[in-house]
């Protein structure tokens, strides 16, 4: 079965920084494409950034990119979303997600609430 | 990196059919055979229902269908249930981006 757990999300003030990790289990990591999809409050799912699975090639969002890096470390089975600068918009549940265009499995989601 | 189109809510009778469109571009939907929908439950994650156009993954009810005509995707719900109700959302890979739609609220009557 396939497993994806969130952790790292809180309250943090504008411009500051938080790093979101993804625990994968039950599948075959190192070859599968990866992404972070994020849903504000009350609205729709928003893609944030996709990584391919050897971790070559990385792909972000206009509006976090410069900002929000994707990253992975296949030997931990890990998926992680580093988050700086971040703003009053960036606010929602993160879901960690398997597949890079197709997206088959997803985790329970992480809150990350950017205010003052 | 426009959000693709969705109509904001649909609804039907138990038993009746309902087809929830999804509009794009050339540039994705109409453009790749990576478009797929999810179901949403209030407080829980998407589960996809639809990929690459009208595949459906193990443990869908064969009453979830898609199809593409053009830019436009449509998932359709045959037969509703009480427990089709839910938000839908359409998505498609666009080069290096990917969209989602704004979402659409399936109401059973």
């Known amino acids: 079965e396939v497993q994806l757990v969130e952790s790292g999300g809180g309250l943090v003030q504008p411009g500051g920084s938080l790093r979101l990790s993804c625990k994968a289990s039950g599948f075959t990591f190192s070859s599968s494409w990866m992404t972070w999809v994020r849903q504000a409050p009350g609205k729709g799912l928003d893609w944030v950034a996709t990584?391919?699975?050897?971790?070559?090639?990385?792909y972000h969002v206009d509006s976090v990119r410069g900002r929000f890096t994707i990253s992975r470390d296949n030997a931990d089975s890990s998926l992680y979303l580093q988050m700086d600068s971040l703003r009053a918009e960036d606010t929602g549940i993160y879901y960690c997600v398997k597949g890079g265009a197709n997206f088959a499995s997803w985790g329970h989601g992480i809150l990350v609430a950017v205010s003052s | 990196q426009s959000a693709l189109t969705q109509p904001p809510s649909a609804s039907g009778s138990p038993g009746q059919s309902v087809t929830i469109s999804c509009t794009g571009s050339?540039?994705?939907?109409?453009?790749?055979?990576?478009v797929s929908w999810y179901q949403q439950y209030p407080g829980k994650a998407p589960k996809l229902m639809i990929y690459e156009v009208n595949k459906r993954p193990s443990g869908v009810p064969a009453r979830f269908s898609g199809s593409r005509s053009g830019n436009t995707a449509s998932l359709t719900v045959s037969g509703l249930q009480a427990e089709d109700e839910a938000d839908y959302y359409c998505?498609?890979?666009?080069?290096?981006?990917?969209?989602f739609g704004g979402g659409t609220t399936l109401t059973v009557l």
């Open positions: 998505s498609a890979y666009a080069g290096s981006n990917r969209l």
């Open positions: 050339s540039s994705d939907v109409g453009g790749n055979d990576y």
């Open positions: 990584i391919k699975p050897d971790g070559s090639e990385t």
